[in-house]
Nanobody, 115 residues
Framework: VQLVESGGGLVQAGGSLRLSCAASGSTFSIVAMGWYRQAPGKQRELVATIISDGGSTNYADSVKGRFTISRDGAKNMMYLQMNSLKPEDTAVYYC?????????WGQGTQVTVSS
């Protein structure tokens, strides 16, 4: 599975961005997808996940109520709607797809939130 993120950019605190992740290849094998982020000098952390079967979602406490993950299976797309952005949300955001015990990563998209 190949993943390509888009939609990152520079936004002021309180603003919104929508990230997109386009999946291609053996997308039928994807059981779950998610967004992760990595800020400078920090470890990569989970932001949100969505299960392919049923659409169950999970969020990091730091983004609950502000971010919404969604998926369009027919278009092989995943989205992350980010509202009420804070400077601490600044990071490179990565798309991830899980296929059984294997996983694939996108190249990342930079999100910068200015105060």
């Amino acid at each position: 599975v190949q993943l390509v993120e888009s939609g990152g950019g520079l936004v002021q605190a309180g603003g919104s961005l929508r990230l997109s992740c386009a999946a291609s290849g053996s997308t039928f094998s994807i059981v779950a997808m998610g967004w992760y982020r990595q800020a400078p000098g920090k470890q990569r952390e989970l932001v949100a996940t969505i299960i392919s079967d049923g659409g169950s979602t999970n969020y990091a406490d730091s983004v609950k109520g502000r971010f919404t993950i969604s998926r369009d299976g027919a278009k092989n797309m995943m989205y992350l709607q980010m509202n009420s952005l804070k400077p601490e949300d600044t990071a490179v955001y990565y798309c991830h797809a899980r296929q059984g015990i294997a996983g694939s990563w996108g190249q990342g998209t930079q999100v910068t939130v200015s105060s």
